[in-house]
């Protein structure tokens, strides 16, 4: 079936520090592909989506380029704030579901 | 516009309570969600409703009922509590389900549950 695997948290970095959070998966044909971020105390948003091989999908400066030859999906920004501290889901739509499956969740915190 | 919306917030049961999680969407999305979120496994999906009048199991249904009274509103009901379903609830709805459908998802806030 239909999986999703993303490294595992926390992840602790300073402020202006480079991020990737690794994601890969496993799917038939070809699924639509997520991150979403949860804010303390909040429900999960959508920050960026992928739907088809090679589309990069961006967001407040955090970018995801769907790898269909690596079944990958990382999770990338340039220079991270205090403010991106949150738990980051990767998360995958097949294409012929209606579901979506998460992944565990990566707990990242910055450093002032 | 209040998106997605959950009552209540936090809730303490003892074991073998009864109890129903509010949901409701202003979206006039057709299809919404029930996921649990437990430490370290992610959400899983108890129940989703594709559209108004129809409800299906998601990868974790046992111990849960859920009614789609409306198309604004998704309820989850525990009928026993037991303390394996300690967790966060989330409630969540979309435009469309299916692979045709815009299929962002939308969460509502939460409700933090405690079976003792």
């Known amino acids: 079936g239909n999986s999703v695997t993303q490294m595992e948290g926390p992840v602790t970095l300073s402020e202006e520090a480079f991020l990737t959070i690794n994601c890969t998966y496993t799917a038939t044909g070809y699924p639509s592909l997520f991150w979403y971020v949860q804010y303390p105390g909040e429900g999960l948003q959508l920050l960026l989506k992928?739907?088809?091989?090679?589309d990069k999908g961006s967001n407040k400066g955090f970018e995801a380029t769907y790898r269909k030859e690596t079944t990958s999906f990382h999770l990338e920004k340039g220079s991270v704030q205090v403010s991106d501290s949150a738990v980051y889901f990767c998360a995958l739509r097949g294409s012929s579901a209606s579901k979506i499956i998460f992944g565990s969740g990566t707990r990242l915190s910055i450093r002032p | 516009n209040a998106g997605v919306t959950q009552t209540p917030k936090f809730q303490v049961l003892k074991t073998g309570q009864s109890m129903t999680l509010q949901c409701a969407q202003d979206m006039n999305h057709n299809s919404m969600y029930w996921y649990r979120q437990d430490p370290g496994m992610g959400l899983r999906l108890i129940y989703y409703?594709?559209?108004?009048?129809?409800?299906d199991k998601g990868e974790v249904p046992n111990g849960y009922n859920v009614s789609r009274l409306n198309k604004r509103e998704f309820s989850l009901r525990l009928e026993s509590a037991a303390p394996s379903q300690t967790s966060v609830y989330f409630c969540?709805?979309?435009?469309?389900?299916?692979?045709?459908?815009?299929?962002?998802?939308?969460f509502g806030p939460g409700t933090r549950l405690t079976v003792l």
């Open positions: 992928a739907t088809k091989a090679d």
């Open positions: 409703s594709a559209s108004e009048g129809t409800t």
């Open positions: 969540a709805s979309s435009e469309h389900a299916g692979p045709s459908g815009t299929d962002t998802q939308y």
